[in-house]
C-alpha cells in the first residue's frame, strides 16, 4: 500500500476564550483569558469558584432550535465546531462518498449538565416528568451521532473517553483510519461541558481544583512558585483530518501535517502523578521516533501545563531527560491559564494553537509564570509572545490516573 500522508484542512473552536479560530487565537497571543467567576450556577460556598465558560453562546445559531433543545451543551459546542471546521475546509460533500469520510469525537465528561437536571426532576417529580430525549443527552456518543446526523456522514463513527487525552487519542484514532484507507476525510474533536454543580464539586473533593479565586484570571499558573491547581473550561473543537492527495487535488488550505504520536501509562498510582517523570519521558521518546524525527527536529512544545505542581515538574523532568542540553532552547508553553483545562477539548485546542503558530510564526505565552519553582527551569515564554519560525510542534496531555499521550505535527512540506 503505497503511504498515505494526513493533513489538517478544516478548523472550527468554540472556546472560553473565543468563538471561532481568529478569535480564539488573538486572545491567546495577547495573553487574554477565558477563566472567570462561575455564573452557571451559585458556587459562592465552593472551595473553587472559578471556571473558562463559553460565554455568550447561542447554539441557535449554528442549529435549529428543535436540534440544540434535543442536545447536552457538550454535543451543541461539537456540533457548532463541526460546521465552523466544515466551512473552513471548503469540503463538498456531494463529491465525496459518504462511506469515505467518517467522525470520531471525545468527551470526558458527556452530558453531565443533563444527567444532574433529569435526576433533579426524577427525585422532585418521579419518573414520567423525565425527558423523552434524556438517554440521547446524556449518551457521550452524541456529539458524533449528531454530526453525522447533520452532516450525511456515513463512514466510520467513534467516540473516545480516555479522559484529558482523549482529544489526541481521537486525533490519531482519525489519523488511523486515513492512513489505513477506511476513509480520506475525517470529522475530529470533541465537547465539553463541565460547569455544573455536581461536576465541578467532585473535582473540588479531589483536590485537583485551585482555590485561588481572588483574580479568576489569574488561578491558573503554570510551572510557577505559586501554582496551586487548575480550573475547568468548557468548550468544544473539531479538525477535519484529509487524506493528503484528496486535498492536494481540490488544492484545499493544509494547516499541518500529523507525524507522530504515543500513549502510555505509568501504572504508578490512580490518584498521582510519578515525580520520576519516567515514563512521560518515554512516551515523548516513542512519539518522536514514531514521528522519524530527531530531537533536534523539535523546536516547540505545546506543554500539558496545568498549574498543579506535581504534574509541572512531571513534565519538565521528563522534557529534559529527553532533550538533555536542547531543552533549554525549546520553547515550551501552555493555554491552559487562558482556556481552562477543558478535559478532551484542550487536546483539540492544542493541535490547533501548533498549527496557528506554524502559520503565524508567533508561539503565544504561558501567561501567570512569574518564579519558577525548583526543578521547573525550562524556557517557558511567560507572560509575552515571540516571533519564532516553527516547523515541528511536540504536544503532552497528561492524563488524571497517569495515562498520558503525546503527539507531534509539522509544517506541511511536499
Not at 472560553?16 to 459562592?44: C, E, M, Q, Y
Not at 481521537?170 to 454543580?197: C, H, Q, R
Request: proline share 5%; hydrophobic share 40%; with cysteine.
Amino acid at each position: 500500500m503505497e503511504k498515505r500522508r494526513v493533513v489538517v484542512t478544516g478548523m472550527g473552536v468554540v472556546a472560553p476564550n473565543g468563538i471561532g479560530v481568529d478569535n480564539f487565537w488573538d486572545s491567546l497571543v495577547n495573553g487574554r483569558s477565558g477563566v472567570r467567576k462561575i455564573t452557571h450556577f451559585d458556587a459562592s460556598s465552593y472551595p473553587c469558584q472559578v471556571a473558562a465558560e463559553v460565554p455568550d453562546f447561542d447554539p441557535t445559531d449554528y442549529m435549529d432550535p428543535k436540534t440544540a433543545k434535543r442536545l447536552d451543551r457538550f454535543a451543541q459546542f461539537a456540533l457548532a465546531a463541526s460546521k465552523m471546521a466544515f466551512e473552513d475546509s471548503k469540503l463538498n460533500l456531494n463529491l465525496i462518498d459518504p462511506y469515505r469520510i467518517g467522525v470520531i469525537c471525545a468527551t470526558g465528561i458527556g452530558g453531565g449538565e443533563c444527567k444532574e437536571n433529569q435526576h433533579i426532576i426524577f427525585m422532585e417529580k418521579g419518573i414520567k416528568r423525565i425527558s423523552p430525549f434524556a438517554a440521547v443527552m446524556i449518551c457521550a456518543h452524541s456529539a458524533a451521532g449528531i454530526i453525522s446526523c447533520e452532516m450525511g456522514i456515513k463512514g466510520p463513527n467513534t467516540t473516545i473517553s480516555s479522559g484529558c487525552t482523549s482529544g489526541f487519542d481521537a486525533i490519531y484514532s482519525a489519523y488511523n483510519t486515513i492512513k489505513l484507507g477506511d476513509a480520506d476525510v475525517m470529522f475530529v474533536g470533541a465537547g465539553e461541558a463541565p460547569i455544573t454543580p455536581y461536576i465541578i464539586g467532585i473535582f473540588c473533593a479531589c483536590g485537583l481544583l485551585s482555590k485561588d479565586n481572588g483574580e479568576p484570571e489569574k488561578t491558573i499558573k503554570p510551572y510557577d512558585i505559586h501554582g496551586c491547581g487548575t480550573a475547568l473550561g468548557e468548550g468544544g473543537a473539531i479538525l477535519i483530518l484529509e487524506e493528503l492527495q484528496s486535498a492536494l487535488k481540490r488544492k484545499a488550505k493544509i494547516y499541518g501535517e500529523i507525524l507522530g504520536y504515543n500513549s502510555c501509562n505509568e501504572a504508578y498510582n490512580i490518584f498521582k502523578i510519578d515525580p520520576s517523570g519516567e515514563t512521560t519521558a518515554i512516551g515523548i521518546k516513542k512519539a518522536i521516533e514514531n514521528a522519524r524525527i530527531g530531537l533536534e527536529d523539535v523546536d516547540y512544545i505545546n506543554a500539558h501545563g496545568n498549574g498543579s505542581p506535581e504534574y509541572d515538574l512531571n513534565e519538565t523532568v521528563a522534557i529534559k531527560k529527553v532533550f538533555g542540553k536542547l531543552a533549554i532552547s525549546i520553547p515550551v508553553t501552555s493555554i491552559k491559564p487562558i482556556t481552562g483545562q477543558s478535559f478532551s477539548v484542550t487536546g483539540i485546542l492544542q493541535m490547533i494553537t501548533s498549527l496557528l503558530v506554524f502559520e503565524h510564526n508567533i508561539i503565544p505565552p504561558t501567561t501567570n509564570h512569574k518564579v519558577s519553582p525548583p526543578g521547573c527551569d525550562l524556557f517557558y515564554v511567560p507572560n509575552h509572545f515571540i516571533k519564532k519560525e516553527v516547523n515541528v510542534a511536540l504536544m503532552n496531555s497528561l492524563g488524571y490516573g497517569g495515562g498520558h499521550t503525546i503527539l507531534i505535527a509539522g509544517k506541511f512540506k511536499y
